[in-house]
């Protein structure tokens, strides 16, 4: 069960709800970095995102 999510939710979205339960320990993990560290992190993962849907990654 996950804390503020309907019962219902897996039966709607069964994939986001497995992906939560199966990435939960390494999401934590992520949380003791500061906050600015994390939007490093969350910055470089976006630009990369970018990048490799334009083509500009390689």
Known sequence: ??????????????????LRENAWGEFVLFLRF???????VCTANAIESVNAHTGQGR
Not at 1 to 18: E, H, L, S, T, W
Not at 34 to 40: E, L, Q
């Open 1 to 18: 069960m996950i804390p503020g999510v309907p019962r219902d939710a897996g039966k709607k979205y069964p994939a986001i709800v497995r």
């Open 34 to 40: 500061d906050i600015g560290t994390r939007r490093v």
